[in-house]
């Protein structure tokens, strides 16, 4: 059986774009600074920089020039990004099922008063309109 190719980030790009989400438009050295920081991972410049040389190639990066150095953003927001992954999820592992999906998001872990009370005003929302 074939693997159907995921058209979503990796857990790097990932990283890198919340980052960008997290601290707004950065350089190279800025980001792999604060990957660097938050992860105890050894991956070097050169390997942060060429990750992020195709994620502008997917589109998944924007790359500005300023004079003296390149200024990266996310093509797409923290939310957009979220939906996709969220959506492709659902397509793939529960059979387009919201209902499956949310029993086992709410199942595999202990979800807060404060998230519960959350869920509830969502669900009233979509109930009323």
């Keep these: ?15 890198i774009l919340s980052v960008l989400w997290e601290r707004g438009p950065s350089t190279v ?20 920089l060429k990750l992020m040389q195709i994620m502008v190639e997917k589109g998944s990066l924007v790359r500005e020039d ?9 093509a797409l927001s923290e939310e957009r990004t979220q939906k996709q992954l969220v959506q ?24 807060t008063p404060n998230e519960l009370k959350r869920i509830r005003q969502m669900i009233e929302e979509m109930e009323e309109a």
Excluded at 66 to 74: A, C, E, L, M, V
Excluded at 101 to 106: D, F, I, S, T
């Design 29 to 48: 050295r800025e980001v792999h600074e604060a990957l660097h920081h938050e992860d105890s991972d050894e991956t070097g410049y050169t390997t942060t």
């Design 66 to 74: 300023d004079s003296r150095r390149h200024i990266y953003r996310p």
């Design 1 to 15: 059986m074939a693997r159907r190719k995921t058209t979503g980030p990796t857990d790097r790009e990932l990283a």
């Design 88 to 111: 492709d999820l659902l397509d793939r592992v529960f059979a387009g099922s919201a209902e499956k999906l949310v029993m086992r998001a709410l199942s595999a872990r202990k979800v």
